[in-house]
């Protein structure tokens, strides 16, 4: 166990709706990334806060936004879905960012979402 | 861009033989980490080993090691006495070192079979 927790653990929608998933870091880790992993594209980043704030953006659509709550907890909102957005999606914690170091990543169970 | 590419995409061994998984990257920075993950059947990503390029010893951690050859920007892994558990996908990962540069880059995995 990791220490990272992610709800729900499997989701399914249909095309053009909008879910929100959701992530609780480790406790006392500040930094927040999203990432996809799909058959199409493998693992990508998505999208990284830290303490609240957005640092650093990798291929994330326009139609997916995400947030950092002020107890540290994300959440990554999909909107308008399409079937290619069928994907694991997994959001990792880290204890900082910004002051080099090589502070692991800690993964979380991940979140399935299938678009029908 | 930096990349990371794994040439295997299946890997198999026998039981407590020896396999090395091969990944090679690219990128013109000087400090930065990488690392490898393994993703057994649950999806869980775990972390295997992680490698410093400021350090010249290789890493190791029990019956995983890393051989990098920084130079030739390689970096395999070696898994001793192979195991049933170690049967899943494993992803060589790339972090750069600058502060701003936090995110893992994957490559695409290799599905490494351990047959009894």
């Known amino acids: 166990d990791s220490g990272v927790t992610q709800t729900p653990k499997h989701l399914i929608t249909a095309t053009g709706q909008r879910v929100t998933l959701r992530c609780s870091p480790r406790?006392?880790?500040?930094?927040v990334y999203w990432y996809q992993q799909s058959l199409d594209q493998g693992l990508q980043f998505l999208i990284q806060?830290?303490?609240?704030?957005?640092?650093a953006k990798g291929n994330i659509l326009e139609r997916f936004s995400a947030q950092q709550f002020p107890d540290l907890h994300s959440e990554l909102n999909l909107s308008s879905l399409e079937l290619g957005d069928s994907a694991l999606y997994f959001c990792a914690s880290s204890p900082v960012t910004g002051t080099g170091g090589s502070y692991e990543q800690y993964f979380g169970p991940g979140t399935r979402l299938t678009v029908t | 861009a930096q990349t990371v590419t794994q040439s295997q995409p299946e890997m198999s061994v026998q039981e407590a033989e020896t396999v090395t998984l091969s990944c090679t990257y690219d990128t013109s920075e000087s400090d930065y980490y990488l690392f490898w993950y393994k993703q057994p059947p649950s999806r869980q990503m775990i972390l295997v080993i992680r490698q410093e390029a400021y350090k010249q010893q290789n890493a190791t951690e029990n019956r995983f090691s890393v051989n990098f050859q920084k130079a030739a920007k390689s970096f395999s892994l070696k898994i001793s006495d192979s195991q049933l558990g170690d049967a899943a996908m494993y992803f060589c990962?790339?972090?750069?070192?600058?502060?701003?540069?936090?995110?893992?880059?994957f490559g695409e995995g290799t599905q490494l079979t351990v047959n009894p």
């Open positions: 806060y830290y303490n609240g704030e957005e640092r």
């Open positions: 990962a790339y972090r750069s070192g600058k502060t701003s540069g936090s995110r893992l880059t």
């Open positions: 406790s006392g880790d500040l930094s």
